[in-house]
């Protein structure tokens, strides 16, 4: 079991499912690029084998990196102000955070997305789960390493959650569905739990060597013990 004393959990595909947003803004993204949109079943195909790189800039092409810098920037700006009819909690993440809360555990949450954390907190409580989450961190705190370094690390907005819940990194547990949380929560010292939530599959996560895999944030207290 891993012991805990505080969480750290990423936003989209971990506590909410957003994947009809995420194709959406995929997609406006690429038009507004002049490039041809996806359509559903190639996005998920894409999503699923995390080669959506591909849609915007193709392997090996001249000024790759640029171009993909170009693409995700606004995209993570735009992001959390948009909504579909199917954004939802995913299933049983409303019970797992109430419970952790009950226990006076502090939760953080994170995103990479490059907004205010009165926005993020303000779409967690249209979600009913704001009232659970002591902390938050965002992409806005972390402008220059997303747009100097990788526009998907989460090195620093990690290392902020960590800061602001005045707890050492080695008694937070990082949740995450994405390579992104999982390399920067073993980075900062804390533990790891990647959820199968993000369609990328379990032979993706034993990649990520993390200390534990679950199919859902429902099964977090299969592999959790909060330390006194």
């Given amino acids: 079991m891993i012991k805990v004393k505080a969480f750290i959990f990423d936003t989209d595909q971990t506590l909410l499912n957003t994947l009809k947003r995420f194709y959406v803004v995929f997609?406006?993204?690429?038009?507004?690029?002049?490039?041809?949109?996806?359509e559903y079943r190639n996005f998920v195909k894409k999503y699923s084998q995390d080669i959506l790189d591909e849609a915007v800039a193709p392997l090996r092409s001249k000024g790759r990196e640029a171009k993909?810098?170009?693409f995700?920037?606004?995209f993570l700006r735009e992001f959390r102000s948009f909504r579909t009819s199917e954004d939802h909690l995913i299933p049983g993440v409303k019970k797992v955070l109430e419970k952790i809360y009950l226990q006076?555990?502090?939760?953080?949450?994170?995103?990479?997305?490059?907004?205010p954390v009165s926005q993020v907190r303000k779409e967690l409580d249209e979600f009913g789960i704001g009232e659970y989450v002591s902390v938050i961190a965002t992409?806005?705190?972390?402008?220059?390493?997303?747009?100097?370094?990788?526009?998907?690390?989460?090195?620093?907005?990690?290392?902020?959650?960590?800061a602001k819940l005045k707890i050492p990194a080695k008694d937070c547990v990082v949740v995450g569905d994405y390579y992104n949380d999982i390399k920067a929560?073993?980075?900062?010292?804390?533990?790891?739990?990647v959820v199968l939530t993000g369609l990328t599959g379990r032979e993706y996560a034993l990649k990520l060597k993390p200390d534990a895999i679950i199919?859902?944030?429902?099964?977090?207290?299969?592999?959790i013990k909060i330390k006194e």
């Fill in 27 to 38: 997609n406006r993204n690429l038009e507004k690029l002049g490039l041809e949109p996806l």
């Fill in 139 to 162: 992409g806005s705190e972390a402008k220059d390493e997303l747009a100097n370094g990788h526009h998907f690390s989460k090195k620093t907005i990690i290392k902020k959650a960590i």
């Fill in 104 to 115: 006076k555990v502090p939760i953080a949450v994170n995103t990479n997305c490059i907004a």
């Fill in 68 to 70: 993909l810098h170009r």
């Fill in 72 to 74: 995700w920037l606004p």
């Fill in 215 to 223: 199919d859902s944030l429902a099964h977090l207290f299969e592999v």
């Fill in 185 to 193: 929560g073993k980075a900062l010292g804390a533990k790891t739990i």
